[in-house]
């Protein structure tokens, strides 16, 4: 008698614990439901349909979207973009970041104010400052090309925009430009975190500065080094005003990221196929989550030869 009281009381108290917990945690799951889960299941969903040229579904595709999307002739060129795009502005960035990093950890006269300049690229939006840099890199009317004719670095106007050759680098440095805050205050945040002791020892020893950086900081800046590459290839790679602005009016694919072109297969190319891009989408979630992994792979097995 006095067992089953207790198994009752003790039911009913885990019955009053996970309601509480669901009333806690409630908010948090209808968002990710709501932000990640139902839209990732309707783009699996419509990489098996067949749609329209206005949207509408018209029947079951099966596999067809994926086998056209592979079979696309255009993909080697995308897939090349997308990766000289992801490596090139993230590797550039974390160079970067970590130099001015170093530069924001100092103290001087006006670094306040320098860490605020610093930080505007990344509070403002990406479409502004795409579109400022349109600006910059126009062909008649842009700084740059009235810059570099006043200096006699160029003879003539360059087409950064509209030249193959230039594109993709005008594109990569506007990617660096707006990545480098966040990177970088990251970075100060490590920086910042590590004890001064341990450099008054280094010193003490006899270290010299390049000897430091090397054998401390970048060692005790490895966990901050590695959400920064993370977030940045995630961010990266799925960044879209960047292109479309600079690039979007841009014929074909030339110059096109996995993103751009997921988005002309839908609506900017001849096939208007939801299905199709649906399918390019399914694939660019999985390329990234197979190169985080790959990454997160060869960081954890790089700590484990090092100890």
Request: proline share 5%.
């Given at each position: 008698?006095v067992g089953g009281?207790?198994?009752r009381?003790s039911?009913?108290?885990g019955?009053?614990?996970i309601?509480?917990a669901?009333?806690w ?14 839209p990732?299941?309707?783009?699996v969903a419509t ?5 329209s040229i206005?949207g509408?579904?018209s029947?079951?595709a ?5 086998v056209?999307f592979?079979?696309?002739p255009?993909?080697p060129?995308?897939v090349?973009n997308t990766?000289v ?5 993230v590797v ?7 130099a001015?990093?170093?530069f924001?950890s ?7 104010f320098?860490r ?6 990344w509070?403002a939006?990406?479409?502004i400052?795409s579109?400022?840099?349109?600006l910059?890199y126009d062909?008649?009317?842009g700084?740059?090309n ?8 160029i003879r ?7 030249d193959?050759?230039f594109?993709m680098i005008?594109m990569?440095?506007?990617?660096v430009?707006v ?6 205050y990251l ?12 450099y008054?020892?280094?010193r ?7 000897q430091?950086?090397?054998q401390i900081t970048?060692p005790l ?13 995630i961010?990266?790679?799925?960044s879209f005003?960047i292109?479309?602005i600079l690039?979007?009016s841009?014929?074909?694919f030339g110059?096109?990221t ?16 939801v299905?199709l891009s649906?399918?390019a989408?399914?694939f ?10 790959v990454y997160?792979r060869f960081?954890n097995?790089?700590e484990?030869?090092d100890?």
């Amino acid at each position: 008698m006095v067992g089953g009281r207790l198994r009752r009381r003790s039911r009913d108290s885990g019955t009053a614990s996970i309601a509480e917990a669901l009333l806690w945690l409630g908010p948090a799951l209808i968002l990710i439901i709501g932000v990640v889960l139902y839209p990732a299941i309707t783009l699996v969903a419509t990489s098996f349909g067949r749609y329209s040229i206005t949207g509408l579904r018209s029947g079951d595709a099966g596999v067809s979207n994926y086998v056209g999307f592979l079979t696309s002739p255009d993909l080697p060129r995308v897939v090349g973009n997308t990766g000289v795009w992801v490596v090139a502005v993230v590797v550039l960035t974390i160079a970067t970041s970590l130099a001015l990093a170093q530069f924001l950890s100092k103290s001087f006269f006006g670094r306040r104010f320098v860490r605020w300049a610093v930080i505007v690229p990344w509070a403002a939006a990406l479409v502004i400052s795409s579109q400022l840099f349109r600006l910059i890199y126009d062909y008649y009317h842009g700084i740059l090309n009235q810059l570099l004719l006043a200096l006699h670095v160029i003879r003539k106007p360059i087409d950064w925009l509209g030249d193959p050759h230039f594109t993709m680098i005008s594109m990569v440095l506007v990617g660096v430009f707006v990545s480098i805050p966040f990177t970088a205050y990251l970075f100060v945040a490590g920086l910042n975190g590590i004890p001064a002791d341990v450099y008054e020892a280094a010193r003490i020893d006899g270290g010299r500065p390049w000897q430091i950086y090397r054998q401390i900081t970048l060692p005790l800046l490895r966990p901050a080094i590695l959400i920064g590459v993370v977030l940045n290839m995630i961010y990266v790679f799925n960044s879209f005003p960047i292109i479309w602005i600079l690039n979007g009016s841009n014929p074909g694919f030339g110059n096109d990221t996995m993103i751009t072109y997921m988005y002309k297969l839908a609506f900017r190319s001849a096939q208007h196929d939801v299905g199709l891009s649906a399918a390019a989408g399914v694939f660019n979630v999985i390329v990234i989550l197979i190169a985080v992994a790959v990454y997160l792979r060869f960081v954890n097995w790089r700590e484990s030869s090092d100890a």
